[in-house]
RNA sequence: GUCCCAGUAGCUCAGUUGGAUAGAGCAACGGCCUUCUAAGCCGUGUGUCGGGAGUUCGAAUCUCUCCUGGGACGCCA
C-alpha cells in the first residue's frame, strides 16, 4: 500500500473514532462519507463531508457536529498539522507533509511497477474488442476500439486484475462469402475481363489489390479452375491475407491479442448446435413459420431472435451465443466486449440469451465506442463503404502517427461522439496534447544528460528528502502518491481516459516546477533530493504513457 | 413510434459516483530565454451546465417531463 493511501486511511480511522467518541452516534451507524482532496487548495489537504452526512441522524446542524468531530480529533495520530472548519460544515485537514517524501523510495524502487495494485483481487476478466470481419481493412472506428481497448486492459492488469484479449474471427459467415466473390471479381477485371462486383461486396482498394496480385503472379490459373474450387481457394486466400494485414495493422499499432478466436471453430467442434440444443433443454426455444427461435423476450428483449432461419443456416446471433457460453466455460469471471455504436441494439438479446443459460447478465459487459468523424481542413471527411473511399486505420497511423493517434482516442470518454481533428492531431506544434506529455519525460532525461555531464553521479539519500518543502514540489509528490489509486479507479470505472487526464496534470505540474526551481545547483544535497524527484515523475510519466501505447521520448 | 448515447466557455471536451467560487486544452491578449530543451512557464475572461419541475443542508451529477443532434430497431453481419 501506498504511503499516501496510509495516511489517508488512517485519516478516515481517526474521524471514525471521533465520531463515536463525540456520543453522537455508534461506530455501525455512521453513514457513508468521503475524505477527498479539495479543489481549492486553500480547503486544506483533505476534507471530509462526514458533518453534513451526520445531520440526519445526529439531528444537529453540521457546524455543530463539525465542531464536536474536531474536538474529539487525535490530531498526531492521523499526522494532522491543523483542522478547519468550513463552508456548509466541511471538515479541512491541513497535514504535515513531510510523510510525502515516502513515495520517492517507493516509486524508485518499483519503477515500471510503480502504480501496480491488487485492487482487482486477480479477478478473470477477458475483454474482447476490434473483431473486425476479415473482409477489409481496419477503419476509424476499429482504431478507436483498439486504442480504447488496450489502454483498458492495460490499467485493469496494473489493477491487479488477470486480463486476457481477445479478438472474435468472424470467418464463417455470409461476409466471407461476400469477400470470396468480390476477390474473384476484382481477379477477372485484373486479368482484363468483365465481371462485376456482387451486391453486397467489399469495394475497397486493399480487394482490387489482391486481384492485381493473383492475376500478376499467377495468371489465368485460377479462371481455368471449377468454380467450386475457385470460391474455396478465394475464400480462404482472402481470410488469410485480410487477417495477416489485421494483424499487422495492430502491432504496429501496438495491440496485442492473446487469442484469436475463430467462428470455424465454434462450428468444427459442434459447439454452436449444442448451445441451440442447451436452450431447447432450458424451454426457451421454439418452432415457428419454419424457423427456431430464441424466447429471449422472456428477459427483456423487445422480441424474440430467430436462431435457425427458415433455410437452415443459422443467424449472426446463434454462433455468438455458442462463443459467449464458450467465454464463460473458460472460466472468466466478467467478460467486456467492446462493440462499435452501431451494435448497440444488439445488447439486450445477448444478455436474454446468456441469461436464458443461466448466467447473471452482469457478468457481461458491453462497452459501446460511440462514432468518430474525422475533419480535415475544417471539414468532415465523407466516408464511403459502397466506393471503398473511407480513412483506414494505416492512413491515421501514417498521417497522423501512432503516439498521437492512440492518444488522441484514448483522450476522451468512448461513450460520447469524438471529433477526429486531423490537423490538430498532425502538427508538430504546442497545440498538440500529446507533445506536452511526452516533452515532459524528455526535458527530465535532459536534466540527466546534463547532470552527468556535469560530472555527478546519481546517488539518492532519502535522507536529503525533507528538503523537498516548495509549493511545486509537494504539489508534485501529492500527484505522484495518487497514482496507484488513479489507476484502480479507471479499472474500476473501464474508463481509461482518466489515465490521460492525470497523465496530462502530472506533465503540467512537472514544467511548472521546471520554471520554478532548478534542479541542478552548488546545494549537493537538494541536487540528489531534486534528482531523485525527478526520476519518480519520470517513472511515473513513462509508467502512465505505457498504459496508454504512447512512447515516452528520451529526446524531442 | 420504441430504445440507447450525447447536449457544460467561441471550438473540442473533463468534471474524482451528491459537495465549497463548475475546470482543462485550443483560439485571443500581455509578460518571461547570457543559467538543466520556450514543443515550456506566469498572468488576463468567458458560462441561462439544452428548457422546466421535483428530491435535500447542497444538484452539472439523482427522478419526471419536454426540446435538439447522433445511432439502433432484419430469418444482414
Redesign the pocket.
Known amino acids: 500500500m501506498s504511503i499516501v493511501e496510509q495516511t489517508k486511511n488512517k485519516i478516515i480511522e481517526e474521524i471514525k473514532q471521533a465520531v463515536v467518541a463525540s456520543g453522537m452516534v455508534e461506530s455501525e451507524q455512521i453513514p457513508d462519507f468521503?475524505l477527498?482532496?479539495?479543489?481549492?487548495k486553500?480547503?486544506?489537504d483533505y476534507?471530509t463531508?462526514i458533518a453534513?452526512?451526520l445531520?440526519?441522524i445526529a439531528r444537529k446542524n453540521?457546524r455543530q457536529i463539525a465542531e464536536s468531530i474536531v474536538g474529539h480529533l487525535n490530531k498526531e495520530a492521523a499526522s494532522v498539522s491543523k483542522v478547519e472548519i468550513?463552508?456548509?460544515?466541511?471538515?479541512?485537514f491541513y497535514m504535515d507533509n513531510s510523510y510525502l517524501t515516502g513515495v520517492i523510495g517507493q516509486i524508485l524502487e518499483a519503477g515500471e511497477t510503480y502504480g501496480k495494485t491488487n485492487a482487482g483481487g486477480g479477478k478473470k476478466v477477458q475483454v474482447e474488442f476490434v473483431s473486425a470481419?476479415p473482409t477489409g481493412d481496419l477503419h476509424l472506428g476499429h482504431a478507436r476500439g483498439a486504442a480504447f481497448g488496450d489502454a483498458l486492459c492495460n490499467v485493469l492488469d496494473m489493477a491487479g486484475y488477470d486480463v486476457s484479449r481477445e479478438y472474435y474471427i468472424?470467418d464463417?459467415?455470409?461476409?466471407?462469402v461476400n469477400l470470396a466473390r468480390s476477390i474473384e471479381a476484382r481477379y477477372f477485371q485484373a486479368l482484363g475481363r468483365d465481371m462485376e462486383m456482387p451486391e453486397?461486396g467489399y469495394f475497397g482498394k486493399d480487394i482490387i489489390e489482391f486481384g492485381k496480385e493473383l492475376a500478376e503472379r499467377h495468371g489465368d490459373k485460377y479462371a481455368n479452375m471449377s468454380p467450386e474450387e475457385r470460391f474455396v481457394f478465394f475464400r480462404n486466400w482472402g481470410r488469410d491475407k485480410e487477417l495477416e494485414k489485421i494483424k499487422k495493422d495492430l502491432a504496429d499499432f501496438r495491440v496485442y491479442f492473446d487469442d484469436w478466436f475463430s467462428e470455424t471453430s465454434l462450428y468444427e467442434q459442434g459447439l454452436v448446435e449444442q448451445s441451440v440444443e442447451e436452450l431447447r433443454k432450458r424451454g426457451y426455444v421454439y418452432e415457428?413459420?419454419?424457423?427456431t427461435w430464441l424466447r429471449s423476450t422472456e428477459f427483456g428483449d423487445?422480441?424474440d431472435?430467430?436462431l435457425v432461419?427458415?433455410?437452415g443456416?443459422?443467424?449472426?446471433?446463434t454462433p455468438d451465443i455458442a462463443y459467449h457460453e464458450n467465454k464463460f466455460s473458460r472460466g472468466f469471471e466478467q467478460l467486456i466486449n467492446i462493440w462499435g455504436?452501431?451494435?448497440?441494439?444488439?445488447i439486450?438479446r445477448m444478455k436474454a440469451a446468456m441469461q436464458c443459460l443461466g448466467h447473471n447478465p452482469e457478468q457481461l459487459v458491453v462497452l459501446?465506442n460511440?462514432?468518430v468523424?474525422l475533419y480535415q481542413g475544417g471539414e468532415k471527411v465523407k466516408m464511403s463503404k459502397r466506393t471503398g473511399k473511407a480513412v483506414t486505420m494505416r492512413d491515421l497511423m501514417e498521417e497522423v502517427g501512432t503516439d498521437a493517434t492512440r492518444y488522441f482516442f484514448t483522450?476522451?470518454?468512448q461513450?460520447?461522439?469524438?471529433?477526429f481533428?486531423m490537423d490538430?492531431a498532425v502538427s508538430?506544434?504546442?497545440?498538440?496534447?500529446v507533445?506536452?506529455v511526452?516533452?515532459a519525460h524528455?526535458?527530465i532525461?535532459?536534466?540527466f544528460?546534463?547532470?552527468e555531464e556535469q560530472g555527478i553521479t546519481f546517488q539518492p539519500d532519502k535522507g536529503e528528502f525533507i528538503r523537498l518543502t516548495s509549493e511545486k514540489e509537494v504539489d508534485l509528490l501529492k500527484h505522484l502518491g495518487a497514482f496507484p489509486q488513479e489507476i484502480a479507479?479507471a479499472a474500476?470505472?473501464l474508463?481509461p481516459?482518466?489515465i490521460v487526464?492525470y497523465v496530462?496534470e502530472l506533465?503540467?505540474m512537472l514544467?511548472?516546477f521546471?520554471?520554478?526551481?532548478?534542479?541542478?545547483t552548488e546545494d549537493e544535497g537538494l541536487t540528489q533530493a531534486r534528482l531523485a524527484l525527478m526520476k519518480a515523475v519520470q517513472t511515473t510519466l513513462a509508467n502512465a504513457l505505457r498504459l496508454l501505447g504512447v512512447s515516452a521520448?528520451?529526446?524531442?
Open positions: 468521503v477527498e482532496i479539495p479543489k481549492e486553500s480547503h486544506g476534507a463531508n453534513m452526512q445531520t440526519r453540521p468550513a463552508g456548509p460544515g466541511f471538515i479541512n470481419n468472424n464463417a459467415g455470409n461476409q466471407i453486397d415457428q413459420d419454419g424457423a423487445d422480441k431472435r430467430v432461419k427458415q433455410d443456416t443459422y443467424t449472426y446471433l455504436a452501431d451494435h448497440h441494439g444488439y439486450p459501446i460511440q462514432m468523424s483522450m476522451r470518454s461513450d460520447a461522439h469524438l471529433d481533428d490538430l508538430k506544434s504546442n497545440e498538440n496534447p507533445f506536452y511526452q516533452y524528455a526535458r532525461c535532459s536534466i544528460r546534463q547532470a479507479a474500476e470505472m474508463a481516459h482518466r487526464r496530462h506533465a503540467s514544467h511548472s521546471y520554471n520554478a526551481e532548478r534542479v541542478i521520448p528520451q529526446k524531442m
